[in-house]
């Protein structure tokens, strides 16, 4: 339980804490850069770093910047480029082959080069390089091997070697001239102090000087060790660094923190010691470098030193509290836990469990101190110290160390965790649940296995004496309470899809239990008996190739901590003191463009640019610095910050008109940058400018004016053709008013002809039929009244009268009289002809038949009319319709009155 304590607090200062000191265990960081990586510009003979966190180098083929992660590349000469002074962010000297001069940033922060060397041609067949550029009270010095340049208000003077300079140097603001024969000077008030001759007239070749605070000069010699001059005495020094840097020939030399020396060198890499020459760290290419030879060192504010090398570039974070043992220079394998008893630390790896010796482990040491334990080859999981011996889960079984003799305890295959539950009871996780074991003398003894909990438990985390956490990868975690026979007697399963993240990782400290993951942390809640979030975004200690799901450090002791790695593993050396971790760099824009679909427009401060270009990007970071998110936003855009992220490229597409101020802020674990702004204006498309509102303003006055006059005429002919069309409307309305009064009249007229038509037809009937009654009548009555008259005559022939008169009305009753017919055939002789002509085959009977039909007369009427029955009526209809041709659907009476 302290262990696991110990580690959250491990972690809590790392995250609050940077490197004060240099690491003496383990490898720095080094990050390499092949020649391919930067453009292929050659050898880097100079460094410097900006105040800005902006990285100079002074390459074969020009100026180069590098921010950290683009390149920059400034040439406005021939030759190589060779030395460097950065007087400001923004103004370079510069020292090259046949040439010397100064760069400047313009408005755009690009650099214009002006060259300041008053020859263009060689002076006495000599090719002067300036390997030498240094800034000296008001003066910009700039030396080759034949020359000093001194320039100051625009004037240059020029001052000879004594014989040939070999090297310069400026130190704490002197500046020293080793010339080859005649000894070391110093550049004082414009001309050249002898400090002292070479002893023997031997060139030293003097590599670097260092100046103590008492004033003692440290001279650092290519092979000839190191010197030190103090009143006016030269002499050598044995230190522990001397051996090594007269073997293996210094090329370069810088110092830093007024604690620390560097020496590049030829043929063995980098060795950093501290004042009295003891070896603190030794970097080369069995350690990760491309190559040996160091040709320019600079060590930058941020814990960086930079090499230029014979071969690519590389720095190191030398001041990082954190360093690595690499697999490929120990060949143990992945490192996945570790334990340090004493001065024996434990590795455990996927190829078994090694040692060495805590002291030999520090880097300025060449040898490999790691060496595997016979018996214990295979996969480690866990290392656990146990009173006073080493215990380990191995692939095979759990085991123990004690006094360096190893000892299996149990055989159950795959102990992957172990939990010092009690002074006498210890669990283990294994492939398939939990195993109890009992402590009996100086013996641990297994009891049994824990029931219902089963899976490959990696993590067993006690949270009270009765209850435990474990953790069970792809399956989740369980909280389980227990008798005090270790039965579980309840448990809860929690899914890990509940957690933000990746690989959840479970631990406790004085809070209670916590689960962490790649992304988030979450506190456990008993009286809820929930997890609940207390970091959206947690700020993991930065380690890199982190082997998966290993946030926190394993505590070794109460300064170092264990990661585990993919090809190897790191150590983290606390600090105790809190910190946090500052910035080194200024936030800087670095690329503003706007752009089209066709060209691309730079930007700086204030521009203004055509509205064809209303696309804007912009790249923007905080130099050489790790961990950094970034929030922007764009004012006259939107009101509302991003979200902090590590995207440091932004665009903004289809701008509208007007002024845009983009403001962008930084953040490094909890501390927040100044916010930096970049302000410009889109101006509007011409037809949207002020001048075109005026020019519109006209324009629509104008065509008011004219649209106002065209409207008044407009207004005029429209009455005019509105009054012809209403006279017009007018006359055709009276017209068609008369059209309708007349054809109403036709109507009216029509149905009275129709009427009149029927009542004539009516009244020829009646008259006919009244005609033939009448008759009759009148032939009975004279027929009668002669009859009566013969009687009164003859009274003897009375009797034989009255039957004559009786016999002559029966007759007439019985007689039939076709007078009715003969009429109403001389009323329809028109239609008869007509029909008759249609239909020839139609009989007399038929033609009456369609008569009778045509003027209404129903089939009983038309029956007493024919002396039939109404049902021979009806067929004789049937009848005609067939001769007729009618269709069913067609109705007899409408067709026969059609017939004219």
């Known amino acids: 339980m302290y262990k696991r304590y110990f580690t959250y607090f491990l972690?809590?200062?790392?995250?609050?804490?940077?490197?004060?000191?240099?690491?003496?265990?383990?490898?720095?960081?080094?990050?390499?850069?092949?020649?391919?990586?930067?453009?292929?510009?050659?050898?880097i003979w100079e460094i410097k770093s900006a105040q800005n966190g902006l990285v100079y180098m002074a390459s074969e083929n020009g100026l180069l910047e590098f921010d950290g992660k683009k390149w920059n590349r400034f040439r406005d000469y021939k030759g190589y480029t060779r030395s460097l002074f950065l007087a400001n962010d923004s103004?370079?000297?510069?020292?090259?082959?046949?040439?010397?001069?100064?760069?400047?940033?313009?408005?755009?922060?690009?650099?214009?080069?002006?060259?300041?060397?008053?020859?263009?041609?060689?002076?006495?067949?000599?090719?002067?390089?300036?390997?030498?550029?240094?800034?000296?009270?008001?003066?910009?010095?700039?030396?080759?091997?034949?020359?000093?340049?001194?320039?100051?208000?625009k004037k240059i003077t020029k001052i000879p070697a004594p014989v040939r300079f070999f090297e310069s140097f400026q130190v704490k603001g002197r500046i020293f001239l080793a010339d080859e024969k005649k000894g070391l000077y110093e550049y004082v008030n414009n001309q050249l102090e002898l400090l002292f001759s070479y002893p023997n007239d031997k060139n030293l070749e003097i590599s670097g000087i260092y100046i103590e605070q008492n004033g003692t000069i440290i001279i650092v010699t290519r092979s000839s060790g190191i010197y030190t001059f103090q009143n006016g005495k030269l002499q050598t020094v044995t230190l522990e660094i001397s051996s090594e840097i007269i073997k293996n020939k210094v090329f370069s030399f810088t110092y830093f923190d007024e604690k620390y020396w560097a020496f590049g060198t030829i043929?063995?890499?980098?060795?950093?010691?501290?004042?009295?020459?003891?070896?603190?760290?030794?970097?080369?290419?069995?350690?990760?470098?491309?190559?040996?030879?160091?040709?320019?060192?600079?060590?930058?504010?941020?814990?960086?030193?930079?090499?230029?090398?014979?071969?690519g570039l590389s720095y190191s974070d030398i001041k990082n509290n954190v360093t690595y043992f690499y697999n490929t220079n120990t060949n143990f394998g992945t490192g996945y836990t570790a334990a340090l008893d004493g001065d024996s630390f434990y590795l455990g790896t996927n190829q078994g469990l090694y040692s060495a010796s805590w002291n030999a482990m520090n880097n300025s040491k060449d040898a490999n101190p790691f060496r595997i334990i016979n018996g214990a080859e295979g996969q480690v999981w866990t290392l656990q110290k146990v009173g006073n011996i080493i215990l380990f889960g191995h692939d095979s079984g759990l085991f123990e160390i004690?006094?360096?003799?190893?000892?299996?305890?149990?055989?159950?295959?795959?102990?992957?965790?172990?939990?010092?539950?009690?002074?006498?009871?210890?669990?283990?996780?294994?492939?398939?649940?939990?195993?109890?074991?009992?402590?009996?003398?100086?013996?641990?003894?297994?009891?049994?296995?824990?029931?219902?909990?089963?899976?490959?438990?990696?993590?067993?985390?006690?949270?009270?004496n009765r209850t435990l956490w474990v953790n069970i990868p792809n399956?989740?975690?369980?909280?389980?309470?227990?008798?005090?026979?270790?039965?579980?007697?309840?448990?809860?399963?929690?899914?890990?899809?509940?957690?933000?993240?990746?690989?959840?990782?479970?631990?406790?400290?004085?809070?209670?239990?916590?689960?962490?993951?790649n992304k988030s942390e979450y506190l456990y809640s008993n009286s809820t008996q929930q997890f609940k979030l207390i970091k959206k975004q947690v700020h993991l200690k930065?380690?890199?190739?982190?082997?998966?799901?290993?946030?926190?450090?394993?505590?070794?002791?109460?300064?170092?901590?264990?990661?585990?790695?993919?090809?190897?593993?790191?150590?983290?050396?606390?600090?105790?003191?809190?910190?946090?971790?500052?910035?080194?760099?200024?936030?800087?824009?670095?690329?503003?463009?706007?752009?089209?679909?066709?060209?691309?427009?730079?930007?700086?401060?204030?521009?203004?640019?055509?509205?064809?270009?209303?696309?804007?990007?912009?790249?923007?970071?905080?130099?050489?610095?790790?961990?950094?998110?970034?929030?922007?936003?764009?004012?006259?855009?939107?009101?509302?910050?991003?979200?902090?992220?590590?995207?440091?490229?932004?665009?903004?597409?289809?701008?509208?008109?007007?002024?845009?101020?983009?403001?962008?802020?930084?953040?490094?674990g909890e501390q927040i940058s100044s916010v930096k702004s970049f302000s410009f204006i889109i101006n509007a498309p011409w037809y949207r400018t002020y001048w075109s509102y005026f020019f519109y303003l006209l324009l629509l006055y104008a065509t008011f004016v004219f649209l106002k006059k065209i409207h008044l005429k407009r207004l005029a002919k429209q009455k005019k053709?509105?009054?012809?069309?209403?006279?017009?409307?007018?006359?055709?309305?009276?017209?068609?008013?008369?059209?309708?009064?007349?054809?109403?009249?036709?109507?009216?007229?029509?149905?009275?002809?129709?009427?009149?038509?029927?009542?004539?037809?009516?009244?020829?009937?009646e008259l006919a039929t009244k005609a033939k009654d009448d008759d009759d009548k009148n032939r009975?009555?004279?027929?009668?009244?002669?009859?009566?008259?013969?009687?009164?005559?003859?009274?003897?022939?009375?009797?034989?009268?009255?039957?004559?008169?009786?016999?002559?009305?029966?007759?007439?009753?019985?007689?039939?009289?076709?007078?009715?017919?003969?009429?109403?055939?001389?009323?329809?002789?028109?239609?008869?002809?007509?029909?008759?002509k249609r239909f020839p085959n139609l009989s007399i009977y038929d033609l009456r038949l369609c008569a009778y039909l045509k003027i209404g007369l129903n089939s009983k009427e038309m029956a007493d009319i024919f002396q039939v029955l109404p049902s021979s009526i009806n067929v004789s209809r049937s009848r005609l319709r067939k001769k007729l041709n009618l269709s069913p659907d067609e109705d007899l009476y409408e067709f026969l009155n059609s017939v004219e």
């Open 91 to 153: 103004t370079i000297y510069t020292g090259a082959d046949m040439d010397f001069g100064i760069w400047r940033k313009n408005k755009f922060q690009k650099f214009d080069y002006q060259s300041l060397y008053p020859y263009n041609r060689k002076i006495g067949g000599v090719n002067e390089e300036f390997w030498g550029t240094y800034a000296y009270q008001n003066q910009i010095v700039f030396v080759s091997h034949q020359n000093l340049y001194q320039y100051s208000n």
């Open 11 to 43: 972690f809590l200062i790392s995250i609050f804490s940077g490197g004060q000191v240099i690491a003496e265990k383990g490898i720095p960081f080094i990050k390499n850069y092949l020649p391919e990586d930067y453009g292929n510009h050659g050898k």
């Open 721 to 765: 053709i509105f009054l012809e069309k209403e006279k017009k409307a007018l006359e055709e309305q009276a017209e068609k008013h008369r059209q309708e009064m007349l054809l109403e009249k036709q109507k009216q007229l029509e149905l009275e002809q129709n009427k009149l038509k029927e009542e004539i037809k009516n009244k020829t009937i």
């Open 402 to 464: 004690e006094n360096g003799q190893l000892n299996k305890i149990y055989n159950e295959p795959g102990v992957m965790s172990i939990l010092s539950y009690s002074d006498d009871i210890l669990l283990t996780g294994n492939y398939n649940g939990i195993s109890i074991f009992k402590k009996e003398g100086n013996s641990w003894k297994f009891v049994k296995k824990m029931k219902v909990i089963l899976g490959a438990i990696n993590q067993i985390v006690k949270e009270n």
């Open 267 to 311: 043929l063995n890499g980098l060795y950093i010691t501290d004042h009295q020459g003891k070896i603190i760290q030794h970097l080369n290419k069995d350690k990760g470098m491309p190559n040996n030879t160091i040709l320019s060192l600079h060590y930058q504010k941020n814990g960086k030193i930079w090499m230029g090398l014979d071969y």
């Open 542 to 668: 930065n380690i890199n190739n982190r082997f998966t799901g290993f946030y926190l450090p394993l505590a070794l002791n109460s300064e170092y901590g264990f990661y585990s790695i993919h090809n190897g593993f790191a150590l983290e050396k606390t600090i105790k003191q809190k910190q946090n971790y500052p910035f080194y760099s200024e936030l800087l824009f670095r690329k503003s463009q706007a752009f089209n679909n066709q060209e691309t427009k730079d930007l700086y401060r204030g521009s203004e640019v055509p509205y064809r270009f209303n696309n804007v990007k912009f790249s923007f970071i905080h130099p050489h610095e790790t961990a950094i998110q970034y929030q922007y936003y764009l004012k006259g855009f939107s009101d509302d910050w991003s979200n902090f992220s590590e995207q440091n490229e932004i665009e903004f597409l289809g701008l509208r008109e007007g002024s845009y101020i983009l403001f962008v802020k930084a953040k490094k």
């Open 780 to 836: 009975i009555l004279q027929t009668i009244n002669e009859k009566i008259g013969e009687a009164e005559s003859n009274p003897n022939i009375l009797k034989l009268k009255l039957g004559e008169i009786r016999r002559m009305v029966q007759n007439y009753l019985e007689t039939e009289d076709h007078t009715f017919e003969i009429q109403m055939d001389e009323l329809h002789q028109e239609f008869f002809k007509a029909m008759k």
């Open 475 to 517: 399956y989740g975690f369980i909280r389980f309470v227990m008798d005090a026979q270790f039965n579980p007697i309840t448990k809860t399963i929690i899914n890990p899809k509940k957690f933000k993240g990746y690989f959840p990782y479970l631990f406790k400290d004085h809070l209670g239990i916590h689960i962490l993951t």
